[in-house]
């Protein structure tokens, strides 16, 4: 049984992972079968995800920025019509603090910030005085450029040691250890092999001191391992590069697809 502890309520899973799906509240998101709203998201909690996972602003490669109160009208109502239905955990995929103050007053649980509480200052004092858990990713530059710098030295130190430093600086301004997980960013600044590298020994991130969250879904990676160009011809491969990464140690996938992630990981536990 794993568990995670909210702000308020703790949620457990008898599967090897938590599953949380993807609704992206965006029209330019890089699979369009993840942009919805509300209904969405419902149907997904149906499927069997533990929480979900709401963005207004995609970080695709290439994707432009989104200012808050434009991320702020795709986002909060999809929020508030979930709560109208569901208790089901909700995180928020944004790197603005006003966005998150906004969905925090709507109902969400969690902060899922791909720029490691650096982008805006005011993020790390909200969790830190909301008590909600933060997912802290690695990436390079923005989205707008990440792709153009792919080469590491040694991929998976540089990324640990960065996601090390960045706990280290949510937990100095006030953030509990309990309520980081890490995310190493497969596809944000990485080339093929970094992105290979980080999915083999993700359980090894920062020590294995923090859950690690895995954001495979469907992504170019995925793509180029399989020969499948297009992201809707991806979800095989996803389904394997997803149960590797538990095997590995993953204490969460960040899935498209739930219904088969949740059969994928219901036949691991069978076995395990």
Aim: proline fraction near 5%; charge should be negative; hydrophobic fraction near 40%.
């Amino acid at each position: 049984m794993k568990t995670f502890e909210l702000r308020d309520r703790s949620i457990t899973t008898d599967l090897p992972a938590f599953i949380m799906g993807i609704v992206n509240c965006t029209p330019d998101s890089f699979n369009p079968q993840s942009r919805g709203g509300a209904e969405l998201a419902l149907r997904l909690a149906g499927e069997g995800a533990d929480i979900l996972d709401l963005g207004g602003e995609s970080t695709r490669p290439g994707s432009s920025y989104v200012e808050e109160e434009e991320e702020i009208r795709r986002v909060v109502p999809v929020i508030e019509e979930i709560r109208r239905h569901s208790d089901i955990p909700i995180s928020v995929d944004t790197r603005k603090a006003a966005v998150m103050k906004a969905a925090f007053e709507a109902g969400a649980d969690i902060l899922n910030d791909i720029s490691a509480l650096e982008d805006d200052a005011g993020m790390a004092d909200f969790a830190a005085e909301t008590g909600i858990p933060v997912i802290l990713m690695h990436k390079r530059g923005t989205p707008q450029d990440m792709q153009k710098n792919t080469g590491y030295a040694d991929v998976f130190a540089e990324t640990s040691r960065y996601l090390e430093e960045r706990a280290i600086f949510a937990m100095e301004r006030g953030i509990s250890p309990g309520r980081i997980m890490v995310d190493p960013g497969v596809g944000f600044g990485k080339d093929l092999h970094g992105n290979i590298e980080l999915i083999r020994n993700c359980g090894k991130l920062c020590g294995a001191k923090y859950p690690v969250l895995m954001a495979l879904s469907r992504k170019t990676c995925i793509g180029q391992m399989t020969g499948r160009e297009k992201p809707e011809d991806r979800l095989y491969g996803t389904l394997a590069a997803d149960l590797l990464s538990v095997m590995g140690g993953a204490f969460m996938v960040r899935v498209h697809d739930v219904a088969p992630c949740r059969d994928t990981l219901s036949v691991l536990k069978s076995l395990m």
